[in-house]
């Protein structure tokens, strides 16, 4: 995780900013697995312009289906990581979380977790928000 966090924060000289997000994805990943949960997918998004993406799809133990948004800031100024998961981003999820689940036989319990990094800390947000 401290590499991946490297990663984001310093990254190459002129890093573009998918990849920082890949490696603030890439150290939420390590932190849930270390709790887990399971890889289904990673970067899902719907078909289309205005749909929405989807950072991280995983499964607990007991398989609930968990969609994860990834949000990295260098430090906790401005209501940090968390607080930029707005009401019109947890609608974007929602969308690709339902197109996601139809492609399934029998949707499973679903939960949506945020996974807030703010400078070197890392919070997981179970159940940060819901479809409703």
Not at 1 to 21: D, E, Q, S
Request: hydrophobic letters at 45%; glycine letters at 12%.
């Amino acid at each position: 995780m401290a590499m991946a966090l490297l990663n984001f924060f310093k990254g190459p000289p002129g890093g573009t900013t998918r990849a920082r997000g890949g490696a603030a994805e890439d150290a939420a990943l390590a932190h849930l697995r270390r709790q887990g949960l399971r890889l289904v997918e990673r970067n899902y998004r719907t078909p289309g312009r205005g749909g929405g993406e989807i950072d991280l799809i995983l499964r607990e133990a007991d398989g609930t289906l968990v969609f994860v948004e990834v949000r990295a800031r260098a430090a906790g100024t401005h209501g940090g990581a968390a607080a930029s998961v707005g009401a019109a981003k947890q609608r974007r999820i929602v969308l690709a979380a339902r197109h996601y689940l139809l492609r399934l036989p029998a949707p499973p319990p679903c939960r949506f977790d945020v996974v807030a990094i703010d400078g070197e800390r890392i919070e997981w947000l179970r159940a940060a928000f819901d479809a409703g």
